[in-house]
């Protein structure tokens, strides 16, 4: 029988904890620099001397952990990722901008990693952007067929929204040219009519499955089915970067029944080490109310947390809904997944029940129904502490903005977008695209920023994106948009923490460092608030504990770390 226990929940030693600084991210006390932990909690913290005081009382000698010269901060949350699906691309061969920067260099890559796998077994790559490539455009089916001609060769956009397929993909589903796009996706076409290869969203169906999530069926599905014991070893192989990246919990924004068996799996062999606040996806929120799943449920490791729903697509991938058109191509529109009174009947049925919604929308217009749906649910039941969020929230109007404030919408943004493809955005949509992820006017506006990654399309770094988000330079090196929009350091740092811990209603056990929470902490080589704005993401980080145990340790990334032991 599955039990639903922590990962570790023996009393530990007490031990103290010391650095040069320790930013608790907590009002009352934002700087010490020493700590008691013991139990996996924090029982006391200031100066070393109140700390050794607070031990002494204990009767028991506790270790020391000393790190001079460091800075602790909370251990990062990342509220908005796929982890399932980013330890699936880990074990694709990657293809992203920092491996290869021209269309030649992604077959050469594509070829070595063909010749590690097993005969016939498809070929999948992942993580380009096309724009960040010298063609400025994406690779064509003929240009994959050089990889092979006689099995599937697919490598996934950086967006997570599409990619691009070989002849024999087509061929092998079925595809020609007088193949109708599928409702919600597109098997893209020369100016001649022929295929090039590139599919968007729901044409993915032909690798995913036409039983996927998809256009009619509440989201888009990308996740490639796998056997379980392969989840496993993906999800394991992701948790270690996640804690590399100093993240000790995630926000699992897209979970149907793969991820929550997987997550299951993973607490049934003791394995899991970060935790996880789980977003079922919107077309199972019947079951979920069935199920009565409307409040807290799980433990510290892995709960619940509400619904995932979708508006538009992705900015990225040029899906996100503008009805006029985009700028770069005025042929494309994007779509909404729902209508406008559909999507409200779903929102409002969530939270009446008191389930707490997650909304991707990146246009102007799916923010306004996400905002309008919100507002509607709000004014038939109120509730000032729903905390319902906008996932990416890419390009809102400023009077939405204010909105979001008098309704309590919490945006989640992720300025590794920013970083990685700002320029595109521009392209993309015109001059408005300079306002792509308004940290600094949300701030302005009073709605809580919060911050993550939603790898795989970008990486678990908190780093990266706290430095995007102080100075908005991509990267390419390009500025986008005034100094409004950018934000502090100090709040930078809070929304890749306390907020992130708040928008998953978790901030009364992680998130600062104060007595009484967890003790999930992240040790880095320097302090992010005083070193020089663009040197933020080149920190690096030394260690990272969760529940009083490190857990990771740049020392020996590998390993499974327990201060004082290995186990």
Known sequence: M???TPFDDRDSRPTIVTADIIRTVDNETPT????????GKILSIGTPEEVESAAAELRV???RVERPGATIVPGFVDPHAHPLMFGQ???????????AKTIPEI??????GAGTLPYGTPIRGYGYEQRNLVERRHPTRQELDEVSDDR????MNASGHGGVVNTFTLDKFGITKDTPNPEGGEFFRDEEGELTGELSDAASNVLTGLGGVKVGQHGPNFHLGDEPAEHQRQLDIVQQRFLAGGVTAVGDAQVSKREFSAYLGMVERGALKIRVSMYFLSHLLDQVLDLGLIGPFGNAFLATAGIKLYADGTLGGWTAYFPEGYVGDPCRT?????SPDEYSELVRRAHRSG????THAQSPVAIRMVVDAIEAALDERPDPDSRHRIEHCGLPDEGDITRMADLGIRPVNQPQHYFNWGEGVEQAVGTPGERFNPLGEFVAEGVPVTLSSDAPVAEPRPLEAMQTAVTRVTSRGHRLGSDSLCISPEQALRAHTFEGAKTLGRENEFGSLSVGKRADFTVLAADPITSAPDKIASIPVLETWVDGYRRYSAASPDAEQVEGEQR
């Open 32 to 39: 010490a620099s020493a700590m008691l932990i013991a139990g």
């Open 152 to 155: 599937e060769v697919y490598i």
């Open 89 to 99: 691309m880990l074990t694709w061969i990657d293809v992203s901008p920092e491996k």
């Open 107 to 112: 077959l050469a890559l594509l070829r070595e």
């Open 61 to 63: 000698d506790p270790e």
């Open 355 to 358: 389930l707490q919604t997650a």
């Open 2 to 4: 599955r039990k639903l």
């Open 334 to 338: 994007g779509q909404l997944y729902h």
